[in-house]
């Protein structure tokens, strides 16, 4: 008969966590997570085995392949952020459990992981509180500060790089749910991104005569026939001073418009619980929020991989919970060793209906596990969180030139006080011929320009 010594029980976890509180150094109670990742390989050296396994948390009372739900989610209430506590204890949220993920390159592109690796140590802020290189250039690409000690040095590198591909285009649907469970909207739309700097797949780091620029930007509207043909651009400097050039085009006016870009916080279409400020939890320039605090660390449940639907041709996932049974995705998470949570509040917004949002990062590869935001009263407002994963399954698989394809599969944006519900879900196709690509040049001249505007307008 075997057994295991318990060498760190939870209290320990958590007593570790709260000594070392927001003050960090680095991440990991037993070492550097990075710096285990670069000595070992991976990052288990830097976290006792209880923060790497669901079953030894929980003392066997949960496993892999277990359900967690409204019966158990006391076992892991402080492994999940209080909204999503809240749908699983009262709207009948389910999450499966699996194992955790100990390779870290399969957690985000592998390009973007091993750029993180190789350009470490070689960022920092300029006198306008932008991240360049050592020489002063703009970023050269994977996460700037992979051991972030501050909250904005966490956020500085999920706003450089929101999709970590050069270029992506993300074919979406959308659901639109009332307070009593039902569809009320529903939308097919495609969003691109491309960056001019910091590519590590594109030919050239910078985009020659586009340096200045940090991401452009794009959504347009497919269906229904309601909203056909709307779109909207966005240009973003790469001073994180400025707010982005917003450009939308509206076919029953047949123009482009040029748009305030300071109202980030109302949604683009109706139904829709979704704003641009929301976008990858970073959805506005870095210093138009301010005043960043590191404010609690410790182990999560979050869905950091197996989020790719891929028994479904079309990639559409399946639903539950709610009043209808269609409120909440089916979601895979598992055991998260470290996270670390920043609030932030928005200094560049006078009118803003947020007080303060918090973010939660993954302390290995800093991807956002979910957000939370308050409103001025410091009540519960809006919350958005999302999976992740590899586009492989067996033999089935999504290659992104030599490796496959990772991104994001599908997202909850649930507003508190109304009881409103946006599921967004990345598909294969949607209507209009409009396909899934990465690392395309030609997803700049086909989505990110205005005379791309009128071409999907008409």
């Not at 935001?373 to 030139?401: K, P």
Request: aromatic fraction near 14%.
């Amino acid at each position: 008969m075997s057994f295991h010594i318990r060498r760190f029980d939870r209290q320990f976890s958590r007593r570790e966590f709260l000594r070392v509180g927001s003050g960090f150094v680095g991440a990991g109670l037993l070492m550097p997570a990075w710096a285990a990742m670069e000595k070992h390989g991976d990052y288990a050296a830097a976290y006792p085995e209880e923060l790497l396994s669901i079953e030894q948390y929980t003392g066997g009372q949960l496993k892999v392949g277990d359900v967690s739900d409204a019966g158990n989610v006391e076992l892991v209430k402080d492994l999940l952020e209080p909204v999503k506590y809240m749908q699983v204890k009262d709207m009948g949220r389910r999450l499966r459990l699996r194992e955790t993920t100990r390779d870290v390159m399969k957690l985000s592109p592998w390009e973007y992981m091993e750029a993180s690796f190789r350009h470490r140590g070689q960022a920092r802020f300029d006198d306008n509180g932008n991240v360049v290189t050592a020489d002063g250039k703009p970023w050269i690409g994977g996460l700037p500060f992979p051991d972030a000690k501050t909250g904005v040095e966490l956020f500085a590198g999920l706003t450089l790089s929101w999709g970590r591909h050069d270029a992506s285009f993300y074919a979406i649907r959308e659901y639109d749910l009332n307070r009593d469970g039902k569809v009320s909207y529903g939308y097919e739309n495609g969003w691109a991104e491309y960056a001019p700097t910091g590519r590590l797949v594109l030919p050239g780091v910078y985009w020659k005569g586009h340096e200045d620029k940090l991401r452009y930007q794009s959504v347009f509207f497919t269906a229904p026939d309601s909203v056909r043909g709307t779109s909207f651009l966005n240009i973003w400097h790469y001073d994180q001073n400025k707010f982005p050039e917003l450009y939308g085009y509206i076919p029953d006016f047949k123009r482009i418009r040029r748009f305030p870009t300071d109202q980030r916080f109302e949604p683009l279409v109706p139904g829709s619980s979704l704003y641009l400020s929301d976008a990858w939890a970073a959805g506005d320039p870095l210093h138009t929020w301010g005043d960043y605090k590191v404010v609690w660390r410790g182990p999560m449940l979050a869905a950091v991989s197996g989020g790719w639907a891929s028994q479904s041709e079309d990639w559409s996932h399946n639903t539950h919970g709610g009043p209808q049974g269609e409120t909440f995705w089916d979601t895979d998470v598992e055991l998260v060793p470290e996270a670390i949570a920043v609030d932030a509040k928005p200094t560049g917004f006078p009118r803003a209906p947020v007080g303060v949002k918090r973010v939660w990062f993954d302390a290995r590869t800093q991807l956002p596990l979910g957000m939370v935001t308050f409103d001025r009263r410091g009540d519960l407002f809006r919350s958005f969180d999302g999976a992740y994963g590899l586009y492989e399954d067996g033999d089935r698989r999504v290659m992104d030139g030599k490796h496959p394809y990772w991104s994001w599969c599908h997202v909850h944006a649930f507003d508190v006080q109304t009881g409103k519900m946006t599921r967004i879900e990345q598909l294969a196709e949607i209507s209009g011929g409009h396909r899934m690509r990465v690392n395309d040049h030609d997803i700049y001249n086909r989505y990110l320009t205005n005379g791309a505007l009128r071409r999907l307008g008409n």
